[in-house]
């Protein structure tokens, strides 16, 4: 089974940016559509942004059009978030997660959390002045 790492979480100030990266080891990858998550305390997990295996199409949330940005390099077997403009809203642990489902129709992105069977241990954003 596919172990998911996060990492590029941390402390920024309102208004900043920062860039999470999600990389994949131990089977396949590159034949999955991928996600990534946040959570905050007392809250549902809820999918921030979702990206097609062959990174021809994206999802987003409202809450970060315009600010987030999902790539996947898949000869490197990592997917990224982009995240600019941040607001203290942003603020929760993000996870990245693979599509139960290999070679998913490219028409179709899946952005509940049943879809998803592999997750990573998450990494902390705090966005705070």
């Known amino acids: 089974q596919v172990q998911l790492v996060e990492s590029g979480g941390g402390l920024v100030q309102p208004g900043g940016s920062l860039r999470l990266s999600c990389a994949a080891s131990?089977?396949?990858?590159?034949?999955?559509?991928l996600a990534w998550f946040r959570q905050t305390p007392g809250k549902d997990r809820e999918s921030v942004a979702a990206?097609?295996?062959?990174?021809?199409?994206?999802w987003y949330a409202d809450s970060v059009k315009g600010r987030f940005t999902i790539s996947r390099d898949n000869t490197k077997n990592t997917m990224y978030l982009l995240m600019n403009i941040l607001k203290p809203e942003d603020t929760g642990v993000y996870y990245c997660?693979?599509?139960?489902?290999?070679?998913?129709?490219?028409?179709?992105?899946?952005?509940?959390?049943?879809?998803?069977?592999?997750w990573g241990q998450g990494t902390q954003v705090t966005v705070s002045s």
């Open positions: 990206i097609t295996w062959s990174g021809g199409r994206t």
């Open positions: 997660a693979k599509d139960r489902i290999a070679n998913r129709n490219l028409n179709v992105i899946v952005t509940n959390i049943a879809g998803f069977d592999n």
């Open positions: 131990g089977g396949a990858f590159s034949n999955y559509n």
